[in-house]
Nanobody
């Protein structure tokens, strides 16, 4: 059974940085992606960043390009989201995601990130 456990949420001042971590336990066979999504109350969940271990390509939302970086350890069992130059508009619940083409999505519990002075 695949489980995702996130850490790193909290309160950050505007312009500050924060790193989220997601530990993936369990085995996933075949191609899968790792990603971070975020959701603000009353709005749809949106993709923030996505990483494809096979090939190493990444995909970012336009709103975070140049500020956020997704990465993982060598075994792709820990996925990080480095967030720099944070803005109040980045405040949201951030969800770690593992996606496999033949399985339902796996989601973490979603730590809150609040950017405020």
């Amino acid at each position: 059974q695949v489980q995702l456990l996130e850490s790193g949420g909290g309160l950050v001042q505007p312009g500050g940085s924060r790193t989220l971590a997601c530990t993936v336990s369990g085995t996933i066979f075949g191609p899968s992606s790792r990603g971070w999504y975020r959701q603000v109350s009353g709005k749809e969940r949106e993709l923030v960043a996505q990483f494809f271990p096979r090939g190493g390509s990444t995909n970012y939302a336009d709103s975070v390009k140049g500020r956020f970086t997704i990465s993982s350890d060598n075994g792709h069992s820990v996925v990080y989201l480095q967030m720099n130059s944070l803005e109040p508009e980045d405040s949201a619940v951030y969800y770690c995601n593992v996606r496999h083409p033949l399985l339902p999505d796996f989601w973490g519990q979603g730590p809150q990130v609040t950017v405020s002075s």
